[in-house]
């Protein structure tokens, strides 16, 4: 039966040529729109290298420093207490300001007071907020430098086209390696393979290439070479404070053990003093942790504070409800009444099968695989065309360091969205027909 339902939806599909074509461009169209935000959803936040523990690890990306001021607001009653006039004076606090400041980690201070956690599986301190340029045949190349450690790559699982990352004993001895993406290899090498044992040059260091691997392409971390950390120049006063360029990365062995390493943290928070150069100006120090998704929807957002965390998660997950189900909607109910219109021609066709003993379940099933038939047509088309833009988007960079990547999931959910596409348009249209009596699917065919 389902065979016949879709031998004969394909033959439909071909009696009104350019009705059909519309109809796919329509239904093209909006699945390549809807699969584009699948690829930028599951680049940002899904399980894509080289970070596809996304939902285990805690991110601590900056330390704060704090000083709170109050208003002391004076109430003066005035009262007769044995003919004698008395003033009974009573006050409250009121918020009167703060001292806030808020930078990245000194690596030290990181080492000091985190790198001893017993919660973690393991962790990484980095910097990456460091740009230089190199002229290489009288052309710029622009770099963006990650300083690490080297269990960097225990947390982010690179994809390695050649070679390896750099070990513990080139990070103590200051050895002067990079691993570097493809993408510079190309801009400055003019290729992207047989680079090992090349040297590039940066901030005046040369160094040498031990490993290549694909660009990270994730707004978290922009990175085009990753060096050791212990070739950063010392970054001053600051760093006595605790403040300096590194940010910190926990990953938990479970999703269950995220909570226990934020407890850690919050009780090593609970033991840290501000320094004394700065203790005239801050008396507290804040250490706040996110999981990837918050620190993601905070930084789009900005809606999280100490006393609501969370916030620009939530709503993110609504705003991003609201665009999909906006994106289905909408076209939804245009191809409802295209095909509508399309079935009230073909009244006369029901009237005969069901003359013939065709029961409603089989007009209702009848359509819906027709609709679904057409609607997965359509969605190859958008697969397509959306493949098409996103190699477009990414190889214009018109989405800065993001880069869109296509993987089994994207496949997935694409085709779970031409499912669910398809029965919406079409269920309505042929409920509604499959109701219709014979005799009067036969008058409206001949008036």
């Not at 000091?112 to 710029?140: E, G, M, Q, R």
């Not at 901030?203 to 490993?211: A, E, L, N, R, Y």
């Not at 996103?390 to 499912?419: E, Q, R």
């Amino acid at each position: 039966m389902l065979t016949n339902y879709i031998k004969l939806a394909i033959r439909v599909l071909g009696r009104n040529k350019f009705f059909t074509a519309i109809t796919l461009f329509g239904i093209s169209f909006t699945l390549a729109i809807l699969m584009l935000i699948i690829s930028m959803m599951e680049t940002e936040v899904g399980s894509t290298q080289p970070l596809t523990k996304k939902d285990k690890i805690i991110i601590l990306p900056t330390l704060s420093l704090k000083k709170q001021f109050y208003d002391t607001i004076y109430t003066f009653d005035t009262l007769i207490v044995n003919e004698l006039v008395t003033i009974d004076t009573t006050y409250k606090l009121e918020d009167g300001g703060s001292n806030n400041s808020n930078s990245s980690f000194a690596w030290s201070y990181l080492d000091k007071h985190l790198s001893n956690l017993s919660s973690p599986k393991t962790f990484t301190f980095f910097s990456s907020d460091n740009s230089f340029n190199a002229y290489i045949n009288n052309s710029k190349v622009e770099m963006k430098a990650v300083y690490t450690d080297h269990r960097f790559w225990e947390v982010f699982d690179f994809n390695f086209r050649e070679g390896f990352g750099f070990g513990e004993s080139s990070v103590d001895q200051q050895e002067k390696v990079a691993v570097i993406t493809t993408k510079l290899a190309e801009n400055y090498f003019g290729r992207t393979t047989d680079v090992l044992d090349e040297y590039i040059e940066m901030d005046g260091t040369s160094f040498k290439v031990m490993g290549v691997v694909d660009p990270p392409g994730v707004s978290l971390l922009a990175t085009d070479i990753i060096v050791p950390h212990t070739l950063l120049n010392n970054v001053g006063r600051s760093e006595e404070i605790g403040f300096g360029g590194f940010m910190a990365i926990f990953l938990a062995e479970t999703i269950s053990d995220m909570q226990k390493i934020k407890d850690e943290i919050a009780v090593v928070n609970s033991g840290l003093e501000v320094h004394p150069d700065v203790q005239e100006y801050y008396n507290e120090v804040r250490l706040k942790t996110f999981s990837y998704f918050e620190i993601y929807s905070d930084s789009i957002l900005n809606l999280d504070d100490d006393d609501s965390p969370g916030r620009s998660l939530s709503a993110l997950k609504w705003i991003m409800i609201g665009l999909l189900s906006f994106f289905i909607l909408l076209p939804t109910l245009n191809l409802i009444n295209l095909n509508v219109s399309r079935i009230m021609e073909r009244s006369s066709e029901i009237g005969v099968r069901k003359a013939f003993g065709a029961t409603q379940s089989n007009i209702l099933g009848q359509f819906i695989v027709e609709n679904i038939v057409q609607t997965i047509l359509g969605g190859l088309l958008g697969m397509g065309l959306a493949m098409i833009m996103i190699k477009m988007i990414n190889d214009a960079g018109l989405l800065g360091d993001i880069i869109l990547k296509v993987n089994y999931k994207f496949y997935v959910y694409s085709l779970i969205i031409c499912l669910i596409f398809g029965l919406l348009s079409g269920l309505l249209p042929a409920y509604r027909m499959s109701k219709l009596h014979v005799v009067n699917a036969l008058k409206q065919t001949k008036s």
